[in-house]
């Protein structure tokens, strides 16, 4: 593989990475108010955030991004291939995340809340110094898995124009004929993203259960 030929794939690999972390970003946030409105006491608020992941969850990511780009795109506003995709990947991880804070927070005994409330903290305060140091270990390893899944997961992005790995992993292979090679180049580059991912939850882990158990 020549110079230019690997250039044009760091190029895309520089996309997918950008559109990862965006997604995850956007993801990580969001997911946050989608939690609260799960758990929350008033049931129309509940029930209409049950829905929403669930349907969310429920679409393929590809008709996210068409329906995104071609359709809001086209009918309302213009939107870049990018925007697009950052928009309908960080909308999924919005509601994998969700669900993965909860599955996090219903991981903590609930006899640490009842503790919380015989000492009379408050709400919010028993929420961010005791459970969620705890939930937040429980979910690093499943964020990880779901963040490596979403750096594979942008390839769709490709559909809709992006320049990522896999889209200048494909123009390329079209270029040259030579599929083979360029693929598992660009299979090599997704395996060499995932392992730093890997290694730093496994280290964060460790860290996390080492300062619980003191």
């Not at 946050?32 to 608020?45: D, E, G, M, N, T």
């Not at 999924?92 to 006899?111: F, K, P």
């Not at 919380?116 to 110094?129: E, I, K, N, T």
Request: hydrophobic content about 60%.
């Amino acid at each position: 593989m020549s110079v230019a030929e690997f250039l044009l794939l760091l190029r895309g690999l520089t996309w997918t990475i950008a559109l990862t972390a965006g997604a995850f970003l956007i993801g990580a946030v969001l997911g946050i108010p989608l939690l609260v409105a799960r758990q929350s006491k008033f049931l129309p608020l509940r029930a209409l955030a049950m829905v929403l992941i669930q349907v969310v969850r429920a679409i393929p990511p590809i008709l996210w991004l068409f329906i995104i780009f071609f359709g809001l795109g086209m009918s309302v506003t213009p939107i870049s291939p990018f925007h697009a995709a950052l928009m309908g990947l960080g909308l999924i991880a919005a509601a994998n995340m969700a669900e993965i804070y909860r599955g996090a927070v219903a991981s903590v005994h609930h006899g640490q809340w009842e503790a919380a409330s015989a000492l009379d903290l408050g709400h919010w305060s028993v929420f961010r110094d005791i459970i969620a140091p705890q939930a937040f270990r429980v979910a690093l390893p499943s964020a990880a898995s779901y963040l490596i899944g979403l750096m594979k997961e942008t390839a769709v992005a490709s559909a809709i124009g992006v320049s990522e790995l896999a889209y200048q992993g494909n123009q390329l292979s079209q270029l040259t004929y030579r599929g083979l090679e360029v693929f598992a180049v660009v299979g090599l580059f997704y395996v060499l993203l995932s392992l730093p991912i890997a290694w730093l939850s496994r280290m964060a882990d460790g860290y996390l259960q080492a300062r619980v158990a003191r």
